[in-house]
């Protein structure tokens, strides 16, 4: 069993900030990319960034230079640290990681979100 639980969401005014943790447990072998997607309603869930194993990141354009991934592999936690927050940043955030179990099965998977409001 594998289980990723985010953190950290909530309400925030416009320009300000916040940072989402997600923490891995259970029968992990190894954990590769990890990522933030999120989902705005009546929207796609779309990729916001992602990290791979050796620290190589990417972005979605409408976060470049506001949103940094990183990751602690010892814990097996993903964060997102988020400035300048805009209104249309609303959305669910999930974390996702591409995984390898005890039992060397390969599969993602997923957290159960955490709402971020960007609201005055």
């Known amino acids: 069993q594998v289980q990723l639980v985010e953190s950290g969401g909530g309400l925030v005014q416009p320009g300000g900030s916040l940072r989402l943790s997600c923490a891995a447990s259970g029968s992990i072998f190894r954990i590769d990319t990890m990522g933030w997607y999120r989902q705005a309603p009546g929207k796609q869930r779309e990729l916001v960034a992602n990290i791979t194993w050796d620290g190589n990141t990417n972005y979605a354009d409408s976060v470049k230079g506001r949103f940094t991934i990183s990751r602690n592999s010892a814990k097996n936690t993903l964060y997102l640290r988020m400035v300048k927050l805009k209104p249309e940043d609303t959305a669910v955030y999930y974390c996702?990681?591409?995984?390898?179990?005890?039992?060397?099965?390969?599969?993602?998977?997923w957290g159960q979100g955490t709402q971020v409001t960007v609201s005055s």
């Open positions: 996702n990681a591409d995984l390898l179990t005890l039992s060397l099965s390969e599969s993602t998977y």
